[in-house]
Structures are given as C-alpha cells and as structure tokens.
C-alpha cells in the first residue's frame, strides 16, 4: 500500500471511529434518558403522561443530533482511540451537564408551552446530568481499561517478550 492510499484509509477509519462513537454516544443518551424517566415515573413508562414524550421520534432524534453536536464542540471525538485522561474526564462531565441544561430547556420550552404535554420536575434534570456524564465517560475509559488489560494479558502472557520500562521527560499531560 502506498504513502499516499495508507493516509486516506486512516482519515476515513479515524472518521468511521468517530461516527461510531457518536452513534454509541446516541444510544447511551437515549438509555440515560429512559433511565431517568423510568425512575421519574415510578417504574412504568407506557402508561404513564410521558409516555407521548419519551417514546416521540422527532424529540430522540433532534436531541441525538444535538447531543451529537455539544460532544463535537467539547471535542470529545478528537481523541478517544488514544488517549483517555483527566481533561477527557473533565470534558465528559461538563458536556453531560450541557447536554441535560438542553433537555431540560426543550422539554420545558417545547413540550410545556408549545405542545402542552407535561414534563419532569428540575430535580430529574440533575440527576439526569449525572447520568449522561457517566453514560459519555464509560465508553471512553472502558475502552482504554480494555485495550490496556488485553495488553498486558498477552504482554504478561508471552514469556519472550523484550519489554523495557521507559520515562518520557518533556512529554507534559501525555508522558504521565
């Protein structure tokens, strides 16, 4: 494979990786959001004022897509295959917390007053920051904790490898 074809496979995986994190991204919203409107609702969903919100394709999508869209400016689909740290973290979190001030807005705003379905109390919309953040910093540390353990499963494993302790110096946040 050529310099030139082995630079274009790479920008079309690195973005092939990144849509997919964006649709597990979608998911795992959606399942916070079910996930706190199931405790709000006492354990039912179906039969409950919700039901017309929860289950309303245009409001998943629409805040999929903008879910999709904070996630992009807090850049958290730059690095996730490479690097997962601190500053990561940080980034989850106030994206979470974004990401449930939106809810809360188009939920109050378009369901209340436009569409006069009913909606939770503010108290769900915190927890609901909680829970997103973890459901955005899960996939991004899991999958680190994972492709390391499986390094050092077959590191550890393998008897002859030449392995060598190393320090970075001048590396900054990444030589840590």
Known sequence: MSNKSSFKFSKYRGLFNKWILFI????????????????????????SNYASTIFNA???????????LIN?????????????????????????IINAVVLCAVDKILFDYILNYSSLSLFIYVINALFLSVALVAPRIGYR????????????????????????????????
């Open 24 to 47: 597990f991204d979608s998911c795992m919203f959606t399942f916070a959001n079910i996930a706190i409107w199931y405790i709000a609702c006492g354990g039912t969903l179906a039969g």
């Open 58 to 68: 245009y409001h998943l999508i629409g805040l999929c897509v903008v879910t999709g």
């Open 72 to 96: 992009y400016a807090f850049q958290l689909y730059k690095s996730v295959w490479s690097y997962a740290g601190y500053r990561e973290i940080v980034l989850c979190f106030e994206a979470g």
């Open 145 to 176: 904790i994972l492709k390391n353990g499986m390094l050092q499963a077959v590191l550890l494993g393998n008897k002859n490898h030449n392995r060598k302790n190393v320090m970075i110096v001048g590396a900054g946040a990444m030589g840590n």
